[in-house]
């Protein structure tokens, strides 16, 4: 148990619809990473939080947003769901430092049909 | 850009053949370089970090070695257990983490 949580595991929606996905990091964890991972394809890197500022940014798309709460949850937004986010997504966090390594959660496995 | 190249893609290896996964990295102002095990539908587990040219790390039958351009897992005798997607990962001055495309490796008894 890498102690960063996910929620929901699963996510079945509709195109058009938009959700929210959640997650908790470590304790004490000030930065949040979000990933996409399709069907036989790499981590891409969406966005990164550090304690509520956002950070860096990576290949996200318009539609995508997200934030990081005070209490240091974060959330990650897709609208106008097209069948092509189908996907894993992943949140990871790290501690202090740009050296600290990153842990991951078990994923939201979004599908959209 | 920082950028991160791993081969072979796919590696597969009889029980107790050792190997080694290469991991080429361009980054700016390197800050750590890290190593990470993915099975197939969960969450990347941590590996290794390696922060300066020279260091190398060990758990088990494994072996992480980082130069200035590359870093290597080395993989000694390994067990079907180690069967696996290996991803390796940098992150520079940007703060981004950037993840390689991983090698999935297969290890028949």
């Known amino acids: 148990d890498s102690g960063v949580t996910q929620t929901p595991k699963h996510l079945i929606t509709a195109t058009g619809q938009r959700v929210t996905l959640r997650c908790s990091p470590r304790?004490?964890?000030?930065?949040v990473y979000w990933y996409q991972q399709s069907l036989d394809q790499g981590l891409q890197f969406l966005i990164q939080y550090y304690n509520g500022e956002e950070r860096a940014k990576g290949n996200i798309l318009e539609r995508f947003s997200a934030q990081q709460f005070p209490d240091l949850h974060s959330e990650l937004n897709l609208s106008s769901l097209e069948l092509g986010d189908s996907a894993l997504y992943f949140c990871?966090?790290?501690?202090?430092?740009?050296?600290?390594?990153?842990?991951f959660g078990q994923g939201t496995r979004l599908t959209v049909v | 850009e920082d950028q991160v190249t791993q081969s072979p893609e796919a590696l597969r290896l009889q029980e107790g053949e050792s190997s080694s996964l290469n991991c080429s990295y361009t980054v700016s102002g390197l800050r750590g370089l890290f190593w990470y095990r993915q099975d197939p539908g969960k969450g990347p587990e941590f590996l290794f970090t390696?922060?300066?040219a020279g260091e190398e790390k060990e758990k088990e039958r494994l072996k992480a070695t980082l130069t200035k351009k590359e870093s290597f897992l080395h993989i000694t005798a390994p067990k079907p257990e180690d069967s696996a997607t290996y991803l390796c990962a940098v992150r520079g001055n940007t703060g981004k983490l950037i993840f390689g495309q991983g090698t999935t490796l297969q290890v028949k008894p």
């Open positions: 304790s004490g964890d000030l930065s």
């Open positions: 990871a966090s790290s501690g202090r430092g740009h050296g600290t390594e990153a842990f």
């Open positions: 390696l922060y300066s």
